[in-house]
């Protein structure tokens, strides 16, 4: 058995037992292989933004595709529209990822989120347990106490000309009196029967790597590789009236009902007309 990195400490034990620190030596064997995705896997033990850090490191130089960025605590993580997010250390699963879709049209970059969240919702149903929904665009949702809450986030930024970071921020073992607002959750609160971060790491991981693979194997088709399907399957939005909080104080309101091969959530409006949505916030409006 390989012991935990006990680095974070100067007499090699985690203030929380319940939290254990990442093993980043395992991560590495289980997911570093040489004809994979996954070519690099750093575990920082405190930092500002994993994103901001592998963004600025991607713009330093000819930094490879499949660089992954681990941190046990994040003090200025960021989602959407630059909000703030925090989380106890050692609570979730913080990371970031390089990516360097070559052969893929930028047009259709965009549907790396959606591709993610999918990922994800994957790689914790099989190591979690636990059933997840999909939020259009970037949230991931789980159920406690039969209440729609959100438990994870992604948020995807340029890196350059030809590269994509895409983060990734998950509350695991989050207790009710850490939540940061009444409405948010963790797997933890939704029943999972682990909470075991090495292991979920490495199952999103190796999802992520799936479904990337498809997506870039189909030259980013989302109908092709499969992706539209799949995402459409597990999105809690469709089906729902929402609605959607625009750029420029503008706000549409509408049943969705699909998203459209380029990733944009469409709403079907009162006066029948079918409204496509490409970035905004969106609020359901009613229960699934």
């Not at 940061?180 to 090495?198: K, Y």
Request: proline share 6%; net charge negative.
């Amino acid at each position: 058995m390989t012991p935990r990195d006990s680095s974070d400490s100067p007499n090699g034990r985690w203030s929380d037992l319940g939290r254990p620190p990442l093993n980043s030596t395992a991560l590495r064997r289980g997911l570093v292989r040489e004809e994979g995705l996954w070519r690099q896997v750093d575990v920082v033990q405190h930092t500002g933004s994993t994103n901001s850090d592998l963004v600025a490191r991607a713009a330093e130089g000819d930094l490879a595709e499949g660089v992954v960025l681990v941190a046990e605590e994040q003090s200025a993580a960021r989602g959407r529209l630059d909000r703030q997010w925090t989380a106890p250390a050692r609570s979730g699963l913080f990371f970031s990822v390089l990516l360097r879709p070559a052969g893929v049209p930028v047009t259709r970059w965009g549907w790396l989120p959606l591709l993610t969240g999918v990922a994800v919702a994957t790689g914790l149903s099989r190591a979690a347990g636990v059933d997840t929904a999909l939020k259009w665009p970037n949230d991931l949702l789980v159920t406690v106490g039969g209440e729609e809450r959100k438990a994870g986030g992604i948020l995807a930024e340029r890196a350059g000309d030809d590269g994509v970071v895409i983060g990734v921020g998950i509350n695991v073992s989050l207790r009710a009196d850490e939540l940061p607002v009444p409405r948010a959750g963790s797997l933890a609160l939704a029943g999972a029967v682990s909470t075991d971060r090495d292991p979920l790491l490495r199952g999103v991981l190796r999802s992520l790597e799936d479904w990337y693979g498809r997506w870039r194997t189909a030259g980013g088709d989302p109908a092709t590789s499969g992706l539209q399907e799949t995402y459409a399957a597990g999105c809690a939005t469709l089906g729902r009236m929402v609605r959607a909080e625009l750029p420029g104080d503008r706000s549409l309101v509408g049943e969705a009902v699909a998203v459209d091969g380029d990733g944009r959530l469409v709403l079907a409006t009162d006066a029948g007309v079918q409204e496509p949505v490409g970035a905004g916030d969106i609020v359901h409006l009613r229960p699934a």
